[in-house]
Nanobody, 125 residues
Framework: QVQLVESGGGSVQAGGSLRVSCAVY????????MGWFRQAPGKEREGVAA???????SYADAVKGRFTISQDNAKNTLYLQMDSLKSEDTAMYYCAADYGSCFPGDLVRRYFRYWGQGRQVAVSS
């Protein structure tokens, strides 16, 4: 059974940094598309960043240049480093995984099979 267990996040002032992590258990496929999504109160969930098994990354325009997605295959862990945080980044952050490679548009259109429980990120101005 595949499980995604998130950690990190928390509260910070605008301009600060936070990191969320996602440990992946039980995933045995040779390739995966991993992603981070977020949902603010009263808003729809939106894709933040994605990374392919070969390390290719993609980002939502709202976070380009500020957020970095990465993965440590030895630790089966996905990361999202968030710098220069803004109040509008406040949301619940979720990691997600799906079989196969990532493709353009995945952050908007793809159905990700597995999801973490979410971690709160709060940025005060």
């Amino acid at each position: 059974q595949v499980q995604l267990v998130e950690s990190g996040g928390g509260s910070v002032q605008a301009g600060g940094s936070l990191r969320v992590s996602c440990a992946v258990y039980g995933y045995t496929h040779s390739s995966a598309c991993m992603g981070w999504f977020r949902q603010a109160p009263g808003k729809e969930r939106e894709g933040v960043a994605a990374i392919d098994s070969d390390g290719t990354t993609s980002y939502a325009d709202a976070v380009k240049g500020r957020f970095t997605i990465s993965q440590d295959n030895a630790k089966n862990t996905l990361y999202l480093q968030m710098d220069s945080l803004k109040s509008e980044d406040t949301a619940m952050y979720y990691c997600a995984a799906d079989y196969g490679s990532c493709f353009p548009g995945d952050l908007v259109r793809r159905y990700f099979r597995y999801w973490g429980q979410g971690r709160q990120v709060a940025v005060s101005s």
